[in-house]
């Protein structure tokens, strides 16, 4: 019997890196789950991958007639949720003096933006004494060089779990955040400048800075999301878990 037999589950950002390693998580445990992304291809690719119960629709988190459309395709296919991870993000490297309107709007857009209408408009078909978690980032607590906006949309997000922790508690709804450190996944090797030998001298410094001496991989972060999903942590909500390798901690 899996930890979550008949629970319905949305993951954002669903294609790749984390989403996917917990989409994959969440079937195994014997949930049908939906996974978003904004390209059609990588979608149907993350469908076959996982292989069963499981249903990609394309969209993007920052536009609320994506949002709309998601949750009346979950509704026409499974009537409720149970489960939503919010798991959508992005982020672009830049000094203070090097930020953009173009790159505050699209990282607030996306990560908090996103975050919140996803949850929202989740709640009229989520059960009583569903689950949230929400994705944040050790860069939500650490004064990391180049990545205020970033930063500072990952610390949103903390904030937000803490007041729906408190708006949420009349119906037993759990809200909390996983809050990773440099994991193995496409997204790292875009943020720090692709695979050249300035982004591999980059990627050796995060190790080395990692008191575990490497990189985390996608499917440690899904196992800490399965455990907030799950009624393993029937008495956990309002939490932040890191999962870093203590870099956020030593």
């Given at each position: 019997?899996?930890?979550?037999?008949?629970?319905?589950?949305?993951?954002?950002?669903?294609?790749?890196?984390?989403?996917?390693?917990?989409?994959?998580?969440?079937?195994?445990?014997?949930?049908?789950?939906?996974?978003?992304?904004?390209?059609?291809?990588?979608?149907?690719?993350?469908?076959?991958?996982?292989?069963r119960n499981i249903t990609g629709v394309q969209g993007d988190v920052s536009r609320l007639?994506?949002?709309?459309?998601?949750?009346?395709?979950?509704?026409?296919?499974?009537?409720?949720?149970?489960?939503?991870?919010?798991?959508?993000?992005?982020?672009?490297?830049?000094?203070?003096?090097?930020?953009?309107?173009?790159?505050?709007?699209?990282?607030?857009?996306?990560?908090?933006?996103?975050?919140?209408?996803?949850?929202?408009?989740?709640?009229?078909?989520?059960?009583?004494?569903?689950?949230?978690v929400l994705i944040s980032s050790i860069a939500g607590v650490k004064g990391l060089p180049?990545?205020?906006?970033?930063?500072?949309?990952?610390?949103?997000?903390?904030?937000?779990?803490?007041?729906?922790?408190?708006?949420?508690?009349?119906?037993?709804?759990?809200?909390?955040?996983?809050?990773?450190?440099?994991?193995?996944?496409?997204?790292?090797?875009?943020?720090?400048?692709?695979?050249?030998?300035?982004?591999?001298?980059?990627?050796?410094?995060?190790?080395?800075?990692?008191?575990?001496?490497?990189?985390?991989?996608?499917?440690?972060v899904a196992k800490t999301v399965l455990f907030l999903a799950s009624d393993d942590s029937?008495?956990?909500?309002?939490?932040?878990?890191?999962?870093?390798?203590?870099?956020?901690?030593?």
């Open positions: 019997m899996g930890k979550l037999d008949g629970k319905t589950a949305l993951i954002t950002g669903g294609t790749s890196g984390i989403g996917l390693a917990t989409a994959k998580r969440f079937v195994s445990e014997g949930a049908h789950v939906f996974i978003t992304g904004r390209r059609q291809a990588e979608l149907v690719a993350a469908e076959e991958e996982v292989g007639d994506d949002l709309d459309r998601l949750f009346s395709q979950i509704r026409r296919d499974k009537g409720r949720l149970d489960i939503v991870f919010a798991n959508a993000g992005l982020g672009k490297a830049g000094a203070i003096a090097e930020v953009t309107e173009e790159d505050f709007d699209l990282t607030f857009n996306v990560n908090v933006k996103g975050t919140l209408f996803t949850v929202q408009k989740a709640l009229p078909l989520m059960s009583d004494g569903s689950s949230i180049r990545q205020c906006v970033y930063s500072a949309s990952k610390a949103a997000i903390r904030s937000l779990a803490r007041s729906w922790t408190m708006d949420l508690r009349d119906r037993h709804i759990r809200v909390n955040v996983v809050s990773p450190g440099p994991i193995d996944t496409p997204g790292i090797k875009d943020f720090i400048g692709g695979s050249t030998p300035e982004g591999e001298q980059a990627l050796q410094m995060i190790r080395n800075a990692v008191p575990m001496a490497r990189l985390g991989m996608p499917d440690e029937s008495y956990v909500t309002g939490v932040e878990l890191f999962v870093d390798g203590g870099m956020a901690q030593v």
